[in-house]
């Protein structure tokens, strides 16, 4: 009786110190604020908990969302056992211990257990798999909680056997609902506009909002508790910002295509996220270098010359400086027309190369340098086109289409009339039509000579 005496209030003690988001964590479905999608009446989870059915589950959203409380709630409102593994300290022999006491739970009093997996992204392959028997079977129903596209991390048998649930960021709204509460459980006043702020500026993580107003109030002390903006923004200095590897692959993706579509403002923006939230400046260069060719290209060929000395200027000076430079190619990208057809036209030979076009070097075009190679016929005939007035010649330049190959299409680039491409345009429209017929030609006569 002592022993149970002590042991509860030490428990009391340790709810008492817990963390503030620990404290305020729901015991109910009701208590839960945001994932309205989840939790809202008659949508589908919260049918599945409140009747004891929960299948296997895989909870996945950025960090603060709700994925382990929601777990929590499943344990509260469960007939069944209820484990907990964390993927950070388990390893397989603990999941084994699991799965096998669950297995005679199961056998002895016809009681079922459900195993939550928190971080389970950081199972390896070989402790997933050690899952999937009993998921399977339905030893344990499994509850799996990931910051990471589960796509990519978790094994494609376990993701099948499961059922995604994806967790957003909250509202504005809902994330301030929950400061009031932090307020109340800290005995603390607080003004609007430092709520207001904080419920902001938190990016929708409801623990790093009541973590930052936990730190907020201990700074209130001196001002009488009561928490004001200076104290939020002292609180939210030590807070970092939320980049997963998700919002790393998504932040690139929106910097690219605000690029692409022609936003300087945007891409800017884009820009300044990857660099607060401590990306590789050289990864971003990368990237600039690479947009410059594909989706600029020939429209301003100057693109390509501003993102190489934007990844060359990083070198030479590094960051903060270097923030300039790739700010400096960012607007220029954006700003320049744009053309996709450079690289339509790499895509387009390499897919006819892939299909097994005849990629035989004409005779007049091979290398005829080399003594003998006129017995060849190697270089025979070839034209030497600054010869001519015009600085071209009516020459074949692509291979001759054999009997029974793949054709080859030939007309890999198009310019588009974007920018510098319309003048790219007209210079090929005086030159192809001849080369393209003489080579038409080229490819009519040459059955007769079979």
């Not at 211990?97 to 939550?116: C, K, M, N, P």
């Not at 692409?260 to 300044?272: E, T, V």
């Not at 690479?290 to 993102?307: F, K, Q, R, T, Y």
Request: hydrophobic share 40%.
């Amino acid at each position: 009786m002592k022993n149970d005496l002590f042991t509860a209030a030490a428990s009391e003690r340790l709810r008492a110190q817990a963390p503030l988001a620990a404290r305020l964590r729901p015991r109910s479905l009701d208590e839960i604020v945001g994932q309205r999608h989840l939790v809202a009446k008659n949508s589908p989870l919260r049918l599945l908990i409140e009747g004891d059915r929960m299948s296997s589950v895989i909870f996945w959203g950025p960090p603060g969302t709700g994925k382990t409380t929601l777990a929590e709630v499943v344990a509260l409102s469960t007939n069944r056992h209820f484990e907990r593994l964390s993927a950070v300290s388990a390893g397989v022999k603990d999941v084994r211990e699991v799965i096998e006491h669950a297995s005679d739970r199961l056998g002895q009093f016809g009681t079922r257990t459900i195993v939550f997996i928190d971080e389970i992204h950081r199972f390896s392959t070989s402790q997933q798999d050690a899952l999937l028997p009993s998921v399977e079977s339905g030893v344990i129903t499994l509850i799996g909680a990931t910051t990471e596209n589960p796509y990519f991390e978790i094994n494609s048998p376990l993701r099948s056997r499961s059922t995604l649930f994806r967790l957003e960021p909250l509202l504005v709204n809902d994330v301030k609902e929950l400061l009031k509460r932090g307020v109340v459980a800290e005995s603390v006043t607080a003004d609007e506009e430092a709520l207001d702020a904080l419920s902001q500026r938190c990016g929708g993580d409801a623990r790093q909002a009541l973590t930052a107003l936990e730190v907020a109030c201990v700074l209130s002390h001196e001002n009488g508790r009561r928490v004001t903006l200076q104290h939020v923004d002292a609180a939210l200095g030590v807070s970092a910002l939320r980049y997963g590897r998700d919002d790393h692959y998504d932040v690139v993706s929106a910097f690219i295509k605000s690029i692409r579509g022609s936003n300087p403002q945007a891409g800017l923006f884009w820009l300044a996220r990857m660099l607060e939230s401590g990306d590789d400046a050289r990864f971003i260069a990368r990237r600039l270098i690479i947009l410059a060719s594909e989706d600029v290209g020939m429209a301003d060929p100057n693109a390509l010359v501003v993102a190489v000395a934007a990844a060359s200027a990083l070198e030479h000076v590094g960051l903060p400086e270097a923030q300039l430079n790739l700010a400096q190619a960012v607007v220029y990208l954006a700003t320049a027309p744009k053309s996709n057809r450079v690289a339509i036209g790499i895509w387009s030979a390499r897919e006819d190369i892939k299909r097994g076009v005849t990629s035989e070097v004409p005779a007049h075009l091979r290398d005829g340098h080399y003594e003998g190679a006129r017995e060849f016929g190697h270089g025979v005939g070839y034209i030497y086109p600054h010869d001519d007035p015009r600085g071209w010649v009516e020459q074949q330049y692509l291979p001759e289409a054999l009997p029974g190959s793949p054709e080859i299409s030939g007309a890999y680039y198009q310019p588009s009339s974007h920018g510098t491409e319309q003048e790219i345009a007209s210079r090929m429209q005086s030159v192809l039509p001849n080369l393209q017929s003489q080579e038409h030609s080229a490819n009519e006569a040459k059955p007769q000579h079979d």
